[in-house]
């Protein structure tokens, strides 16, 4: 039967190929005789259009795949010759190609080195139950299909029925457990197979005796598998090393890795995605070079701070631009992680770092600082798809401060009180009583006058521990559910997520909720189109953890607050606080820290719609068309009520109440528009060329309301209070615009050299009408050194290029909108004898501004060994950043004080280095992932005289910046140590008032005294070197994580131990006051002076004494999953299910004596790194399950 069948089909064959043959008409055969080999004009013709009219001149066939003939061509005329193979020949050995013939009408056509090779599997001799398949012409694949008639098949094949079976089985991916569709499935030796469905599964039919089966898939290794007796095969395929393929999202398109030639570093979050992370920038901590990303708050919906190869600007924003799926975010809203606060982690597919010149200049004017490109995750074609992602937890403070207990406050601020009054009253005895001491000069203590409180009895009193009453564990939870799926038309992406997170400190925390939609739709064969949403609303309980007591910082407060202090008044309801005692002992009015929490509410709404619509066309030519518009709209809503309970000024009793309400709307507009041209010139040169236009518009407004004297606490809207006059209510709008038309193009030639051009023009609204455009044009190249012959195939080296890059981008993310405009305020003047409230110019405009420019040179290395298990990526930078704005002093005729100019000038340089291993493969699995940055700060010029700028936080100046320094240094007295004695008082330099266990300060100047001109650099918030360390482990259904990260070198400016160290003794202090001077037989740790009501010797002055090390090591996540055997879930109609556990800043070694290393009170680039009072970290422990059905 089986030799019956081959016989008719080979019958039907020739019939046809007979029947086509004949078609071809005389005169047709004469027109290719006379052009091919009689035209004496010489002309050139695509490869593929000459093989057609061969076939139809000889009667032939030929077999080929479709990118060998792509862009090649022949000239005519061809030889005169009637030996067709001689003419083939001639036809393809200019392209490197030739042929093998099958028989005398069929043709194989290789590449000429790999003729023997490549046919091997072709020619061998075909089963005769096969049905061979006659393809000529074009292959619609890549695959090599033999147009091998029947009859071939027939000859070798034996007159025996083949006994056959099935085999059958499921083909899933390991690292999600889902079915893989289009594997391929293969009989080995044979051209027998097929592919996997959407759900990942296959049937194939084998012969009875079997064999060996081969599964392959682009991304995963291929593996074999002898049959033998089974009748089901089911398999998990790995990953592959993608380090090269890898795809990388740059300026308005992507790129494989290996081809990029600037300096980009990504991440998926696939490998954070189980961190208890309420913000996706969190979860980038450590692991990106050249990245430095601080976390200096710990309170609910707030996002760390990202910088990116250092400061950059004086009073411009030193944050990157955020790319999110091609729309850029406004470059001024930098305190929220660029925007990325309100974005929903499980949402995110991947986080591209651009950080050279040849990276981020075609973003022009706002990419000086880096770019962040955040791709969302999109659906796929296959069977829909449905997750489950939940995980809950609960938070903790990781650590808290060692303040004194009730006696040692008692005795410590009894001997300041006796200092003070022994040292400044002649004849007065450590025993007087306080009705002897005079009022009002802090010489008397409690001895029992009100409360019972009585500090020669130690022992009789309280303590309270208020860190414990302001702090709780707060639990944590997150909801997340997602939709995937779609046909060839059509994909979808749809998400929701609720996010509850309470924080440490009590009445804060967040609710946040969050949903996202990814459409994607081939309309036509050329037209493709596109939509993404992602509105979220959030509300946030706000707590005044930050700053002074007097302004309800809730932290200074509860650790400035005598122990002793109970937190009501005795026998009453009342809040307490250290006002009852101010008095008689004249004590400040330290704030109760539980009242400030709890008589003070403090929402902010927020509505955030972020959403995107483009149309890709294909155009003629192979050019891609590219449209996309992008709205991001913001409204905000802030109530601010403070009861009648808490007084406005903490030294008066509770009498008035206070509100505020205030809103805000942002609404920034982008559109831009592309067009993309590729083409393979050949098979060794590859073009790109991509140009564009964009518009971008910002609108914003702002609007509040105060009042106070409202009747009762309980209608607490500002319309039951009495609106407090016009000045308290305010209104303020204000807009910028930004017109663009950019270019990049990309050249690869044998994927070996690389070269990368792009240009930018902008046009800002934000610039006077002299400098309104500027260009910022960049250039880059590559050298792939293991693509040459002499490394191509060695065992050891498997990937090494040189790159470098030059080029110059912007920054344009100013304070103020109309710097070059002369701006008009409210003013009064006299008009007919009365005051009139009237408008007056109050700044300077210069026409002349521009934004300032970065130029930047990038020198970089990658290498991989041994299959790129091991893989090095080193990059050296230096970025000089010129056109500084500056407000600089001018002439006092003009009226005014200081005009903004661009003057300065600042670099950056340093080195960036990652390596990323696989140190075991198999069924136990360990990668490892490090990085290690350092960048030098260095200021260049500032100004036409170059004059240092001081810079204050509140408590005076505490930082300058000057010529050959960092951005920022720490500014203050240099402490040598503590005056021992009189003679060594006498022998030195010091103020006025100064004694023996006072601070001795160095005479920087050496001019005989110490004052404010011996004030000098101390610090600074500018790390040596930061690094960080990923471990990931995988055994059967296990896997384990561990993040490790780090900054050394780094100083922070610890205001907050001014007060907890004051030695004046009115206020609650750290244990390290125990180790205080109180003789020259008692000397203490050297460093802190004398107990002192009335501080002599400037001791509290900024000095060095406040600047710490805040260099730190962290083990910042452990995560430990588990997925469920299939075998088990299956029965639920479950696909996956994965259970996790993990904690969140795990551990921190640091000398710092505050709550966290990481702290900057003040996120200005003159004033970072001042710890005054911030929202401490938390340490999360957490628990979760992914299920996918």
């Given amino acids: 039967m089986i030799r019956l069948a081959i016989l008719s089909l080979w019958c039907l064959t020739t019939t046809a190929e007979a029947q086509m043959l004949a078609s071809t008409s005389v005169p047709q055969q004469s027109r290719l005789k006379q052009e091919f080999f009689q035209n004496r004009n010489p002309t050139v013709r695509a490869l593929s259009d000459v093989l057609h009219e061969l076939e139809l001149k000889y009667g032939i066939k030929f077999a080929f795949q479709r990118k060998l003939l792509l862009d090649k061509t022949v000239s005519l005329p061809l030889p005169a010759t009637v030996d067709r193979e001689a003419v083939l020949k001639a036809v393809l050995k200019p392209s490197n190609l030739t042929f093998r013939k099958v028989d005398d009408r069929y043709y194989v056509i290789v590449e000429a080195d790999e003729a023997t090779s490549r046919l091997a599997p072709f020619v061998a001799p075909l089963e005769a139950n096969q049905l061979v398949q006659i393809r000529s012409g074009l292959m619609p694949d890549d695959r090599l299909n033999l147009a091998i008639p029947a009859a071939l098949a027939m000859r070798q094949s034996v007159e025996v029925a083949v006994q056959e079976r099935r085999v059958m089985g499921r083909v899933t991916a390991e690292e999600t457990a889902d079915g893989l569709p289009g594997v391929s499935v293969a009989l080995k030796s044979t051209t027998r197979g097929t592919t996997t469905d959407a759900a990942g599964n296959y049937t194939l039919s084998i012969p009875n005796e079997g064999g060996t089966l081969v599964f392959s898939f682009i991304g995963y290794q291929t593996q074999e598998v002898p049959v033998g007796s089974q009748s089901t095969i089911n398999l998990t395929l790995k990953q592959s090393d993608q380090t090269l393929n890898e795809i990388v999202v740059v300026g308005y398109g992507t790129q494989q890795k290996r081809d990029v030639t600037g300096s980009i570093a990504s991440i998926s979050t696939k490998s954070i995605k189980d961190q208890p992370v309420p913000n996706i920038v969190e979860g980038l901590t450590g692991r990106l070079p050249g990245v430095l990303i601080q976390q200096s708050t710990g309170a609910p919906g707030n996002s760390p701070s990202i910088k990116i190869r250092g400061l950059g600007s004086i009073s411009a924003g030193n944050g990157p631009l955020v790319v999110i799926d091609g729309q850029p975010l406004n470059s001024g809203d930098l305190a929220n992680g660029g925007g990325l606060n309100l974005l929903n982690p499980n949402d995110i597919d991947k986080i591209d770092i651009l950080k050279d010149a040849s990276a981020t200049a075609i973003y022009g004017s706002r990419g000086a600082n880096g770019v962040v490109v955040v791709t969302t995750k999109r659906g796929k074609s296959g069977q829909s798809r449905l997750s489950l992602d939940y995980y809950t937890g609960v938070q903790q403070i990781t650590k808290k401060m060692d303040m004194l207990n009730s006696q040692q406050f008692a005795e410590f601020s009894k001997e300041a ?140 407060a509860a650790l400035s607050l005598p122990p002793f202090v109970p937190i009501y008044q005795p026998g009453t309801s009342v809040y307490n606080s250290q006002a009852f005692y101010a008095a008689p002992y004249d004590w400040p009015g330290i704030t109760n820290p539980v009242a400030n929490i709890y008589e003070i509410d403090n929402k902010l709404r927020t509505t955030r719609l972020l959403g995107n619509a483009y149309a890709e066309v294909k155009l003629p030519f192979g050019i891609l068309y590219r449209g996309t518009i992008g709205g991001d709209v913001r409204q905000t809503r802030q109530n601010y009520y403070q009861t009648s309970a808490l007084p406005l000024n903490q030294l008066l009793p509770p009498t008035a109440n206070a509100a505020y309400s205030e809103t805000a709307q942002e609404l920034n507009w982008v559109t831009n528009h592309t067009l993309n041209y590729q083409k393979q010139i050949g098979e060794a040169q590859r073009l790109e060329v991509l140009v564009g236009l964009e518009s971008q518009k910002n609108d914003f407004e702002r609007s509040r309301i105060d009042a106070n004297n409202f009747p009762n606490d309980i209608v607490r809207t500002v319309n039951a209070g009495t609106i407090i006059g016009t000045n308290s209510s305010r209104n303020f709008s204000d807009q910028w615009s930004l017109a663009s038309y950019f270019g990049r193009v990309a050249y690869s030639y044998k994927d070996r050299y690389l070269a990368n051009a792009s240009f930018r023009r902008d046009g800002s609204s934000r610039f006077g009408s002299k400098s309104r455009w500027g260009t910022f044009p960049s250039g880059s190249v590559g050298w792939r050194v293991s693509e040459e012959s002499f490394l191509k195939n060695n065992r050891i080296v498997s990937e090494l290029k040189l790159k470098a890059s030059y080029g110059i981008s912007g920054n344009n993310a100013f304070t103020s909108n109309y710097p070059s405009l002369g701006l008009l305020g409210p003013d009064n003047y006299v008009l007919g004898g009365a005051l009139a409230n009237g408008l007056a110019v109050n700044s300077i405009g210069n026409d002349n501004l521009t934004w300032e420019k970065s130029r930047q040179t990038d020198i970089g290395l990658e290498l991989g060994v041994l299959s790129n298990r091991l893989f090095l990526t080193v990059d050296y930078y230096k970025r000089i950043t010129t056109d500084l704005l500056l407000a600089v002093q001018v002439p006092t005729l003009t009226g005014f004080s200081s005009a903004v100019k661009n003057i300065g000038k600042v670099e950056n340089k340093g080195l960036e280095v990652a390596l990323n291993t696989r140190n075991l493969t198999g069924a136990f699995t360990w990668t490892t992932d490090l ?55 006498d022998a030195y330099p010091h103020f006025a008032d100064t004694r023996p266990g006072d601070v001795k300060y160095e005479d920087v100047n050496k001019d005989g005294k110490v004052d404010a001109n011996d004030r000098t650099l101390i610090g600074n918030n500018q790390p040596d070197f930061i690094y960080g360390v990923t471990n990931s482990f995988s055994f059967k259904g296990f896997d384990l994580g561990v993040v490790i990260q780090g900054v050394q070198g780094a100083t922070i400016l610890n205001l907050s131990r001014r007060f907890y160290e004051n030695l004046e003794g009115n206020a609650n202090s750290l244990t390290t006051v125990l180790n205080r001077w109180q003789s020259a037989q008692q000397p203490g740790d050297g460093t802190t002076p004398r107990a002192n009501t009335r501080s002599t010797g400037n001791n509290n002055a900024i000095s060095s004494r406040w600047v710490e090390d805040a260099s730190y090591f962290r083990i910042r996540n452990i995560t430990l999953g588990y997925n469920l055997p299939k075998t088990l879930i299956q029965r639920v109609k479950v696909q996956s299910l994965r259970l996790y556990g993990g904690v969140q800043n795990v551990l921190t070694v640091s000398k710092y004596l505050g709550y966290n290393p990481e702290v900057s009170g003040y996120e200005g680039p003159l004033t970072g790194g001042v710890d005054y009072g911030s929202y401490p970290l938390a340490r999360t422990y957490t628990i979760g399950v992914n299920i996918g059905l």
């Fill in 417 to 556: 009180f006796n200092t003070a009054y022994l040292e400044r009253v002649p004849g007065s005895k450590i025993d007087d009583p306080n009705s002897v001491r005079a009022a009002g000069q802090r010489y008397r203590y409690p001895r029992g006058e009100i409360g019972g409180v009585n500090f020669d009895n130690p022992g009789s009193l309280p303590t309270y521990d208020y860190q414990d009453m302001i702090f709780q564990n707060a639990p944590i939870s997150s909801y997340q559910l997602t939709a995937s799926g779609g046909s060839e038309k059509v994909q979808y992406m749809v998400s929701g997520n609720y996010l509850k997170q309470n924080g440490i400190v009590k009445r804060s925390g967040i609710d946040r909720y969050t949903v996202r939609t990814n459409i994607d739709a081939q309309v036509t064969s050329y037209l493709k189109m596109g939509i993404s949403l992602s509105p979220s609303f959030s509300i946030e309980d706000r707590v005044n953890t930050d700053g002074h007591w007097a302004n309800n910082g809730v932290i200074n």
């Fill in 931 to 985: 990085n290690f940055s350092f960048n030098r700060n260095k200021v260049l010029a500032l100004g036409p005289t170059g004059d240092p700028i001081r810079s204050g936080t509140g408590v005076g100046e505490s930082n300058i910046t000057v010529i050959g320094e960092p951005l920022g240094s720490f500014y203050g007295y240099k402490q040598l140590g503590i005056f021992q004695s009189q003679a060594e008082l």
